[in-house]
């Protein structure tokens, strides 16, 4: 059960940085500029989510700080996703980040 909840979190974690990626290419009509923008957009969640969220940070948050860190970062996820006008992958992010935060912390995993 852990190894499906690792692989889960493994998932959602991506398709919460391809999300924000997307957002940020959203923001200009320029292919170059749009390309800069979903790379910082990325970028920036992925160094986040490095710093305080990956399992061997030296800066992880405290579980109580993690999972409000974690539904903040899916959320936004979510709402970038429902922003440029992807509500079925917004809604399919949504079931399954709460999907693996309910498994996660129901295993001690999180």
Not at 69 to 93: E, H, R, Y
Request: overall charge neutral; charged content about 10%; glycine content about 8%.
């Amino acid at each position: 059960m852990i190894a499906l909840s690792q692989v889960l979190a493994f998932l959602v974690e991506l398709a919460t940085l391809a999300a924000y990626a997307r957002w940020g290419w959203s923001w200009f009509e320029t292919p170059f500029a749009s390309v800069v923008a979903a790379l910082i957009c990325g970028g920036l969640f992925a160094l986040l989510w490095g710093w305080f969220a990956a399992p061997k940070s030296d800066h992880r948050l405290a579980v109580p700080l993690l999972l409000v860190f974690k539904l903040l970062a899916f959320g936004g996820a979510t709402k970038a996703l429902v922003q440029v006008g992807q509500t079925n992958a917004a809604a399919l992010l949504a079931a399954a980040a709460g999907l693996h935060l309910i498994l996660a912390l129901w295993l001690g995993d999180l």
